[in-house]
């Protein structure tokens, strides 16, 4: 099977090779390093092959190296047959490539503070902060999905009268995975769900159906809490740490911008000061155009659509 590495590729064997991995796994890497390949008498060894692979783009990190790596190896073969054969016609001097080695060099350096940078902020100590700040939670939901408002207003009567959340999924839910489990979606946090569909769970207390239909992109919901339950610290980590990387990445750069120095041309004042054409004040004599009235407003329907 062949995955679609994709332009992506191009990028991180230049990242790769401008700077290298983390120097400890390149360390480790070299205790069991065969050579995998040898291109005009240069050697490419499962070391540079593992640079790239934890380099690239986490979709593809889901895969093992192994699965990946006849890929990898060829797609460097190619690179260094065209690198050469580029090199030879002196293209390594072209104001061009010098260019593009430039900027590629700036977004790697910037890559690299940035990611030192955080590391260094996210301390444990900020972490057990922020989770204790906004402790994670878990919802178990279950939903029924229908296609119009009217269906899910019916539905919500229904269920005040008394009748039975998991059979009226079974029976009318348009989301088959969840319907033929009577609408359950098992516990799950609201950043996990549409924005819609996670404000209304939010909203709700174990036990509690949605009192009006939720509309999402999916269709028109009815949606019943089952329980609320806290996320532990550990299983809290991952998300915690990208939500702080944000922040701190925002906190470097203004920090940054504080203490530099930035100036940005005005713009020429023939641009800046010259007013449209439409705006410019009639001749003298001249009547002003006549204003459009404004279109009559339309009445919306009753549901919003």
């Not at 008498?41 to 990946?68: H, K, T």
């Not at 030879?88 to 940035?114: H, V």
């Not at 949605?210 to 009815?222: D, L, N």
């Not at 004599?285 to 009753?302: M, V």
Request: aromatic content about 4%; hydrophobic content about 40%; overall charge negative.
């Amino acid at each position: 099977m062949k995955i679609a590495l994709g332009p992506v590729m191009g990028l991180v064997l230049a990242c790769v090779a401008l700077v290298g991995c983390d120097q400890s796994a390149h360390d480790q890497a070299k205790k069991n390093d065969p050579v995998l390949a040898t291109v005009n008498g240069e050697q490419i060894r499962q070391s540079e092959i593992n640079d790239i692979y934890d380099n690239l783009p986490a979709q593809y990190r889901q895969l093992p190296v192994e699965f990946l790596q006849d890929q990898l190896v060829e797609r460097l073969i190619k690179q260094k047959l065209v690198a050469d054969a580029a090199r030879k016609a002196g293209l390594d001097e072209d104001p061009i490539y010098k260019q593009r080695l430039k900027q590629a060099k700036e977004q790697i350096l910037e890559d690299l503070y940035m990611r030192r940078k955080v590391d260094e902020a996210i301390t444990p100590e900020r972490l057990k902060a922020a989770y204790e700040a906004h402790p994670a939670k878990e919802y178990k939901a279950s939903h029924i999905l229908v296609k119009t408002k009217e269906e899910a207003e019916d539905i919500i009567k229904q269920l005040d009268n008394g009748a039975d959340f998991a059979k009226i999924a079974k029976e009318k839910s348009q989301d088959p995975g969840s319907g033929a489990r009577g609408g359950e979606l098992g516990y799950f946090q609201p950043d996990q769900m549409v924005p819609e569909f996670a404000k209304a769970v939010t909203a709700l207390k174990p036990g509690e159906v949605s009192k009006e239909p939720v509309r999402s992109q999916f269709g028109w919901h009815v949606i019943k809490v089952e329980d609320i339950r806290p996320v532990s610290f550990e299983d809290s980590k991952d998300q915690l740490k990208e939500e702080l990387a944000d922040k701190v990445r925002e906190e470097i750069l203004a920090d940054l911008r504080a203490k530099a120095k930035i100036v940005k041309p005005e713009p020429p004042a023939a641009d800046k000061d010259e007013a449209p054409a439409a705006a410019k004040a009639p001749a003298a004599g001249q009547a002003p155009a006549a204003t459009p009235a404004p279109a009559p407003a339309q009445d919306k329907p009753a549901d919003g659509k």
